[in-house]
C-alpha cells in the first residue's frame, strides 16, 4: 500500500509542474520538452554619457546584430532591489582596521549616509540576458530490433542519450559563439553562465524573497570553468 504523500511534498510536486525546466547541466538549461538554453549574462553601457556619433554607432551596431541572427532568441531584463549589506559590510571591516580617529568617525558617518539614503531612496540594479534557444528535432521511432537492442545492453540507451545530448549542446553553443561575435560591436561584454550560475539565477527568479541570500556575481566577475572554456574551444576548432 502506497504511502499518501504529504502536504508539503504535495505543494512541491504542484509548483513543479509550472517550472518548465528539466535539469541544469553542463552549463546548459534543459527544457521539459526536450529543447536546450543557454543563458549570457551581458554588462551594460551608459548610453546617455555617449556622444551622438558614439550613440549612432553602437545603435547601428545593435541593428546589425540582429539582423544577422537566423535564430529566436530572448532578451531579459531584471530589476532587483539592490543588496547594499555587502558594501557596508566591506566599509565595516575598513572602519574596524582604520587607526586615523578622523578617517574612523568619516567612514562611520558615511556608512550612517548610505544607511539613511537606502532607506528613503528605491535603489535598484538591473541584471540583463540573453538567451539563446535550440529545438531538439527527434529522430525516427526505434525500431523492434534497436528496441531488442537496447533491452539487451540499457546501456546502449543511456550512451544514445548522452551522445545525442553532446550533439545538440554543441550545436546551441555554436550559437552562442554567433552572438558573442555578433554582439561585441556594440561594446557589450557577454558572458554564458556556467551550471552554478544557472542554478543561482533561477533560484533567485523563483525566490524573490530570497534574493539576499545567494548573490550572482556582475559579469565583469563571471569566468567560464575549464570544462567551458575547452568545450568553446573545441566549438571553434570544428567551426
Known sequence: MSKKKSKKQYQVDNIQEYIEISEIKDGTVVLKDGSLRAVLAVSSI????????????????????????????QIVISTRKYDIKPYLSGLERRREVERNPLLRDQIFDYIEFVKELVNVSNITSKTFYIVVPFYVVESSKQGWLE????????????FQRREFFETNKNQLF??????????????????PLSTQELIEMYYNFYNPTEFDRIHLDSVDNLLLDDYRSSEFNHIRREA
Do not use: H, M, W
Open 46 to 73: 551608459n548610453f546617455d554619457l555617449k556622444d551622438t556619433s558614439e550613440q549612432e554607432a553602437i545603435v547601428y551596431a545593435f541593428q546589425r546584430f540582429l539582423n544577422t541572427l537566423d535564430f529566436p532568441l
Open 147 to 158: 528496441k531488442i537492442s537496447i533491452a539487451i545492453n540499457p546501456r546502449k540507451a543511456i
Open 174 to 191: 555554436q550559437r552562442v559563439l554567433e552572438v558573442q561575435e555578433a554582439i561585441s560591436p556594440t561594446g557589450v561584454r557577454v558572458v
